[in-house]
Each structure stands twice: as C-alpha cells, then as structure tokens.
C-alpha cells in the first residue's frame, strides 16, 4: 500500500536550516506530483511546497519563497524540503502526501492530496 514517511524534523534556532525527508513506497513514485503541507495548534493545514511528478516545475506558499527548496529523487523514491532562514512561524507539523491521481499538472490544493504521512515537528525557537 501507499506509504509515506517523513523524518529529519527537529529543533532549531531562527536563522537556522533543517532538511525535511520522505520515504515513498508503494506506488510509482514518478507518476505523481507529490508535496509539503504543515499544520501549527489550532490552524488548518496548509499547502508548503509542492513539485510535479516530471520533476521540472515546483511551487512555494508565498512566506516560505527564498527559503525552502523542494525536491525529489526519482530514483530512490525520496522527496526532499530544505528550510533555510527558518522563522517562528515556520514551527509546524509538516507532513509530505500524494496526489490522488498521476500526472495532474495542478499541485497546490490539498483537496488534491489523498495520501499523507505521519508528519514531523518542526520547532524554531527565536
């Protein structure tokens, strides 16, 4: 079945860098876009960074534009979040999920998104 883990999560302080990964099995991984979303106490979970399944255009939340990259490894199933110039209000869960279907060319809504891992804290302390 579809399975996505994430890891790499942790502390750090503002200013600081952290690189988010997510192991992906169970599906063809170069057939789907897949991305970054994140959810802080008491907000929605809301759409990070997300790129498409050909690996040649990727998308950014305005905030986070500058700072993270996001990017993927066809060949090991791996997708990749580095955080650069990490902020307060960057501190969130962020899970990586996959589209419900492959090839779509739009990535940015999360109703899009049907698989999701467990998530993993981030906590930037300024």
């Known amino acids: 079945q579809v399975q996505l883990v994430e890891s790499g999560g942790g502390s750090a302080q503002a200013g600081g860098s952290l690189r988010l990964s997510c192991a992906a099995s169970g599906f063809l991984f170069t057939n789907y876009a897949v991305g970054w979303f994140r959810q802080s106490p008491g907000k929605e979970r809301e759409f990070v960074a997300a790129?498409?399944?050909?690996?040649?255009?990727?998308s950014y939340r305005d905030p986070v534009k500058g700072r993270f990259t996001i990017s993927r490894d066809n060949d090991k199933s791996m997708l990749y979040l580095q955080m650069t110039s990490l902020k307060s209000e960057d501190t969130a869960v962020y899970f990586c999920?996959?589209?419900?279907?492959?090839?779509?060319?739009?990535?940015?809504?999360?109703?899009?998104?049907?698989?999701w891992g467990q998530g993993t804290q981030v906590t930037v302390s300024s």
């Open positions: 790129i498409d399944w050909s690996n040649k255009r990727t």
């Open positions: 999920a996959r589209q419900k279907y492959p090839f779509l060319d739009d990535y940015e809504r999360i109703s899009d998104y049907t698989y």
